[in-house]
């Protein structure tokens, strides 16, 4: 065969080596899991280079559930493809303790100063010395979750909302020892908040809330499950907060009509849990109709004072928008039959939100 005739095929496959197939693995790479594309840089140098050449794949560090996860976190982050990190996912993890954190404060600072996003949900042998390391070195995060953790106190949030201003999203729920004055710094640190949750910090009282109430007007989302202790007063100025679309206040005991009123001055909530709260009744689940024009998930479960003339106000106002509706538990609803709901709300497709 003659050399002229090989050469285009050879320019042709080269091209194919060198240009098209690096293009694809790119692609598909960024859609793969984080032990996956581990394995591919195994497979061989060009694709080892390949890859480890394109940033946007190594912007996550995900150890969710992992053993050893605070070895192999100081490691991976010690990796110069891992210099531009933004996420780090530890949730669940094992073996992450205060002191890896306070190695990355002192070996890995420079992969850390884009994070945006840390994750440390499980996390339970992580106390304020280990939350003061990591927020050290964190100045752009944006979003931080710290759930059930009972060792964290006012100490670490005090170091979250000093070394991190540009928070928005922050995740509480069970740290059972934080207090009000934790909400007094979060509100005077972090008034453009748009997402709080506050699950089962049984410590806080209505002075705590009042003060996120008052100064943190840009929230969305706001979790209050499981937190009984505050009084009826507490959910007047929910409706100083105009952007909030999700509310969750499952189990709030001292939820008046009067309360949910108020609530009902929030025109764009969307999501409204009030499972469990058993003062409530007609007068406020109709506020709540006539108000929240948007609403689309509503849960009553368990609330004996509603009838079907709730459900009938809540129909004429937004039955074209409701998709989640949990009645269950409700004695005094007698027209509940999913055939009787699709009657009133006809793009219902969620009938039980608890079991």
């Known amino acids: 065969m003659d050399a002229k005739e090989i050469e285009p095929k050879q320019t042709t496959t080269t091209t194919w080596n060198r240009e098209t197939?690096?293009?694809?693995?790119?692609?598909?790479?960024?859609?793969?899991?984080?032990?996956?594309?581990?394995?591919?840089?195994?497979?061989?140098?060009?694709?080892?280079?390949?890859?480890?050449?394109?940033?946007?794949?190594?912007?996550?560090?995900?150890?969710?559930?992992?053993?050893?996860?605070g070895d192999r976190l100081i490691a991976a982050t010690s990796l110069p493809r891992y210099q531009h990190v933004k996420e780090i996912n530890l949730e669940f993890a094992q073996d992450i303790e205060d002191k890896h954190l306070e190695v990355l404060q002192s070996k890995?600072?420079?992969?850390?100063q884009k994070l945006e996003s840390l994750n440390l949900n499980g996390c339970q042998k992580i106390s304020d010395k280990g939350i003061e390391a990591i927020t050290s070195t964190c100045s752009k995060l944006?979003?931080?979750?710290?759930?059930?953790?009972v060792r964290v106190t006012d100490i670490?949030?005090?170091?979250?909302?000093?070394?991190?201003?540009?928070?928005?999203?922050?995740?509480?729920?069970?740290?059972?020892?934080?207090?009000?004055?934790?909400?007094?710094?979060?509100?005077e640190n972090h008034q453009d908040l748009e997402s709080l949750n506050l699950t089962r910090c049984v410590k806080l009282t209505d002075g705590g809330l009042q003060q996120i109430l008052s100064k943190c007007s840009s929230l969305q989302s706001l979790n209050l499950y499981a937190l009984s202790s505050f009084t009826g007063k507490a959910y007047k100025n929910i409706?100083?907060?105009?952007?909030?679309?999700?509310?969750?206040?499952?189990?709030?005991?001292?939820?008046?009509?009067?309360?949910?009123?108020?609530?009902?001055?929030?025109?764009?909530?969307?999501?409204?849990?009030?499972?469990?709260?058993?003062?409530?009744?007609?007068?406020?689940?109709?506020?709540?109709?006539?108000?929240?024009?948007?609403?689309?998930?509503?849960?009553?479960?368990?609330?004996?004072?509603?009838?079907?003339?709730?459900?009938?106000?809540l129909s004429r106002f937004c039955s074209n928008t409701v998709t989640t509706l949990d009645v269950n538990g409700c004695?005094?609803?007698?027209?509940?039959?999913?055939d009787e709901l699709l009657q009133l709300f006809?793009?219902?497709?969620?009938?039980?939100?608890?079991?």
């Open 21 to 69: 197939i690096p293009k694809v693995m790119k692609i598909v790479s960024t859609k793969l899991p984080q032990r996956d594309l581990i394995s591919l840089l195994l497979v061989s140098p060009w694709l080892y280079r390949t890859l480890t050449s394109y940033p946007p794949l190594w912007m996550a560090l995900d150890f969710r559930e992992m053993n050893k996860a």
């Open 108 to 112: 890995c600072t420079v992969s850390l």
């Open 142 to 149: 944006k979003v931080f979750s710290i759930y059930w953790n």
């Open 156 to 187: 670490g949030i005090k170091h979250v909302v000093e070394n991190c201003k540009q928070i928005i999203d922050l995740n509480l729920s069970g740290c059972k020892n934080i207090t009000d004055k934790a909400l007094q710094l979060i509100a």
């Open 239 to 313: 409706s100083s907060l105009p952007h909030l679309k999700f509310l969750d206040l499952c189990g709030a005991q001292n939820l008046s009509d009067e309360g949910l009123s108020c609530v009902a001055k929030c025109k764009n909530i969307v999501s409204l849990n009030l499972t469990w709260c058993v003062r409530v009744t007609d007068v406020g689940v109709e506020a709540i109709a006539e108000g929240c024009t948007s609403l689309e998930f509503l849960s009553l479960f368990g609330i004996v004072g509603v009838t079907d003339k709730c459900l009938e106000v």
């Open 331 to 338: 004695i005094g609803i007698k027209r509940r039959s999913r």
């Open 346 to 355: 006809p793009r219902l497709r969620c009938f039980k939100v608890h079991s």
